[in-house]
């Protein structure tokens, strides 16, 4: 049988397995980055997974989802932040179509993210979606008739610097600044405080966190509003970890959006929450690949 090795490299973890021609994912697993070690070593990283997978599989192609800003043509990373040293310049596509003679392609993580829910996921079939992954920092991307928007430099839905009245919309409505708010509050080191804890204690009365909670909604709802307004899209799809508080968020959000757009816009867009969740990089990267590989032939 034949699959395709599907890779997703975050800041934190790699996380890689197998694909069928059937579009299953049959297997996954994952491994840390060590992004300390810079571009090289991610690409060393890489490099080790596809020959272990060519021993025993026959593997159709390498469809990669990264971190950092991807020219998906060329098939390499041209911006990433100092997070992952050395990452700019790093090429992927031609590093391993010339050592192993197997087709890869690879594609920036959010874009992969928003293509697996607009492929098979909760914003399938739309027209215009707009995916965003909230965590560390706020990733974006717009999808157009299941095509990813690259805009002219490839750099198109950089959601995260949108400048609201306080500063960029991910330094107000990230994990990060949800963590940094609560912990501030309660006069504690960042490190004792986790989007989990967080929410497990606002369940329990804290009202420090429930208020740090309304004040992130607040802020994604500002931030998602002035995108809506941009590009008007049928479905806005949220993911990253902290979104696995849908019970929570969901009612939250959707009524800060309903506060911030006219109802011509508010009661024509859908509100989700993504689908396939840590797998997202990997499925996305199987459709990117797909497409890819059929404008190429």
């Not at 430099?153 to 990230?174: I, K, P, R």
């Not at 911030?260 to 459709?287: C, I, R, W």
Request: hydrophobic residues 35%; negative net charge.
């Amino acid at each position: 049988m034949a699959y395709y090795l599907a890779i997703d490299i975050g800041g934190t973890n790699i996380k890689y397995g197998l694909i069928d021609e059937a579009e299953n994912l049959i297997e996954s697993h994952e491994m840390p980055t060590e992004a300390e070690k810079g571009g090289p070593g991610i690409l060393g990283k890489t490099k080790a997974l596809v020959e272990s997978y060519l021993e025993e599989n026959n593997i159709l192609g390498v469809c990669i989802s990264s971190a950092g800003m991807v020219d998906p043509d060329k098939g390499e990373i041209f911006y990433a932040g100092p997070q992952i040293p050395n990452y700019a310049g790093t090429q992927f596509k031609k590093e391993i179509e010339e050592t192993y003679q197997i087709p890869c392609e690879i594609e920036n993580d959010v874009n992969c993210a928003g293509l697996a829910e607009v492929m098979s996921g909760n914003g399938q079939g739309a027209q215009v979606a707009v995916c965003l992954t909230v965590g560390t920092g706020i990733g974006g991307c717009l999808l157009i008739n299941g095509e990813i928007f690259h805009g002219f430099s490839n750099s198109a839905c950089e959601v995260g610097y949108l400048h609201l009245q306080d500063g960029a919309f991910q330094d107000l409505a990230s994990t990060t600044a949800l963590v940094e708010y609560v912990a501030k509050q309660h006069g504690d080191p960042v490190e004792q405080w986790s989007g989990r804890r967080i929410f497990k204690e606002a369940t329990q009365g804290n009202t420090i966190c429930m208020a740090g909670i309304d004040r992130m909604v607040d802020y994604l709802g500002k931030g998602l509003a002035n995108i809506c307004y941009v590009v008007n899209p049928q479905v806005v799809i949220l993911g990253g970890g902290v979104m696995g508080q849908e019970a929570i968020l969901k009612p939250k959000i959707s009524g800060a959006l309903k506060d911030s757009l006219v109802p011509s816009l508010a009661d024509k867009m859908q509100l989700e929450f993504a689908h396939h969740q840590n797998t997202a990089g990997m499925v996305g990267a199987y459709y990117h690949f797909k497409q890819q590989q059929a404008r190429r032939n």
